[in-house]
């Protein structure tokens, strides 16, 4: 689409010196000036059919890029199913509609992931995307081993016809035997489908109630994308220590992300500016490559505007920093009045939870579960952020980032390198 607007672009630049000239009189041109107009406008000519010539061949030849699948449009396919042996039906395919599909309604997943991605990609609203109860021939204790996996599929595969890049969702009512309520796979899986092998993503979500079902679905389409979890970082009683071995991950942690456990509010929680950049939604325009110290200007995460979401330090060895900002709004607004500092591994992210929320008021509260269980331990992670005249210092990299001006619009950071 955008080649053919280049075309017409173009198209438009010859033809409105050509009617301009047209209607100049013709003593105004010396035969020199016309010679020359003339050369031009044929150079222009060869120009455009050079492209249109590079735009025929590209359209008959099947393209070899490998496009990033987290980028336009994506099919959601969703199966209400329930079991041979328990047929209960909790919630109705127009419920679920609104819930996960319906862009017209803000709250849905739909919505969630174009605010995320800038629209840069986008769940495809269609109600006929959805399949209504169906019966499996399985009971509710077989179900619990196949959940959220492709072998869910030769029993709808007569529903539908896959394509590549399909995400699946199965909807299922509460299941006894089941010990999480959803799961999904990291990013797509080869399935073999009556019209061939696709690679396609599972989501599979054994609950009842629709508010869960709507946090769950948020997070387990991320994994889809190919996102981890959003942990924290747990130093005990410091934010950071000079081996990294000495602290603990916790998983889940974040608990201002949707990958990590965002459920203490009713707030929905955009993915971090380090998983963002993964997916290609974020590029670097939007996330500063920091090489000098100053002061800059960061601008909510969740802001349409194309400007500066983030900022990337990378630091000596194998760890960066990212820092953001997420609006300070709703239930949640008050520990959000800062800015956020994370930890990040550099290797690739896939299916490797390597990005880490640095706590800025460490207490040294964790139990050693590796979970956050305590209400000490979630409170020790909500005040992780670094508040206006805060200042972070990382003694091992020499490194000191300060937080000179908090507001609904940005946030003002002085960070100082060596
Ligand atoms: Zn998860």
């Not at 492209?51 to 008959?60: G, K, S, V």
């Not at 092998?197 to 991320?222: C, P, Q, V, W």
Request: proline share 5%.
């Amino acid at each position: 689409m955008k080649k053919y607007f280049l075309i017409v672009l173009l198209l438009v630049g010859v033809l409105v010196p050509l009617t301009t000239r047209a209607q100049t009189p013709q003593n105004i041109l010396t035969p020199q000036a016309r010679a020359t107009l003339i050369v031009q406008l044929q150079a222009k000519l060869a120009d455009l059919q050079q492209q249109l010539f590079i735009l025929m061949r590209e359209r008959q030849t099947p393209s070899v890029t490998i496009t990033n699948p987290n980028l336009g449009g994506q099919r959601v396919i969703i199966f209400l199913v329930n079991y041979k042996d328990k047929d209960r039906r909790p919630y109705t395919k127009e419920d679920i509609y609104n819930l996960v599909l319906n862009r017209d309604n803000p709250l849905s997943t739909a919505n969630f992931i174009t605010e995320n991605s800038y629209s840069k990609t986008y769940l495809e609203d269609n109600k006929d995307n959805i399949y209504d109860w169906h019966t499996l021939p399985i009971t509710e204790s077989e179900y619990c081993g196949v959940r959220a996996s492709e072998y869910l599929i030769p029993y709808v595969d007569h529903l539908v016809e896959f394509k590549d890049r399909d995400k699946i969702v199965f909807l299922a009512p509460v299941n006894s035997y089941c010990h999480n309520l959803g799961g999904a796979t990291n990013g797509y899986t080869p399935v073999l489908t009556d019209e061939g092998k696709f690679n396609l993503a599972f989501i599979g979500l054994t609950t009842e109630d629709l508010l869960t079902l709507s946090h769950y679905i948020r997070h387990e389409i991320g994994h889809t994308f190919g996102l981890p979890h959003a942990n924290s970082w747990e130093c005990g009683a410091v934010a950071i220590v000079r081996n990294q071995e000495d602290c603990e991950k916790i998983e889940y942690g974040d608990m201002f992300d949707t990958m990590g456990r965002p459920w203490f509010s009713n707030d929905i929680e955009n993915y971090n500016v380090r998983f963002k950049e993964e997916l290609g939604w974020l590029d670097s325009a939007s996330i500063l490559l920091l090489d000098e110290s100053g002061i800059y200007t960061i601008y909510p995460i969740e802001s349409t505007p194309h400007q500066i979401r983030g900022i990337k330090i990378p630091l000596t060895g194998e760890l960066n920093y990212y820092l953001e900002y997420r609006s300070p709004k709703g239930d949640s607004a008050r520990y959000k009045q800062g800015l956020f500092i994370l930890l990040n591994k550099k290797q690739q992210l896939v299916g490797d939870s390597n990005v880490f929320l640095v706590d800025n008021t460490p207490h040294a509260t964790s139990n050693g579960d590796n979970f956050l269980n305590s209400a000490d331990e979630i409170d020790d992670v909500l005040d992780s952020a670094l508040k206006e005249g805060q200042t972070f210092y990382d003694p091992y990299n020499n490194l000191t980032i300060k937080t000179l001006e908090v507001n609904d619009n940005y946030l003002k950071v002085e960070i100082k390198k060596g």
